[in-house]
């Protein structure tokens, strides 16, 4: 099965658990499972972060939200930083207040403990800060 027929896969999933699926104790099962899967994916694919994120915001996971934005972020190359942008806008406009300080606390302590002043570093601080 080619890349992208499991990426839809998952995707089409992702959809009936969360539109389709009534039973709240199945759904997050489910939903805990596409999480797992999606996380243990080693291949260099494009990976659906949003659904990543949606995954973690219903499972209540802002610790792995967190982890999501600070891989994100380092990511140097391309623009997966405009993903972590996103999600953080989600995380504003969608979640509850709980959860939003949970991430703002995790990440707040992710930049104060980056070390070094090299450049990455320093980027990776700017842009860690600029989503919070």
């Known amino acids: ?26 759904r997050t099962e489910c939903l805990r499972l596409l999480l797992l899967i999606y996380q243990q994916r080693n291949d260099s694919g494009s990976f659906d972060y949003y659904k990543i994120a949606k995954c973690q915001f219903y499972l209540n996971m802002p610790e792995g939200t967190a982890s999501l934005l600070e891989k ?31 991430v703002l606390d995790l990440i ?8 070094g002043e090299s450049e990455e570093s320093t980027a990776m601080k700017q842009r860690l800060t600029q989503i919070t």
């Open 1 to 26: 099965m080619s890349n992208d027929h499991v990426e839809e896969n998952l995707g089409y999933t992702f959809d009936i658990a969360q539109n389709i699926i009534k039973s709240k104790v199945f």
């Open 72 to 102: 994100l972020v380092k990511n140097m190359q391309g623009t997966s930083y405009l993903d972590a942008y996103q999600i953080a806008f989600d995380i504003c406009d969608k979640e509850n207040q709980s959860f939003q300080k949970t």
């Open 108 to 115: 707040t302590e992710k930049i104060a403990n980056i070390e």
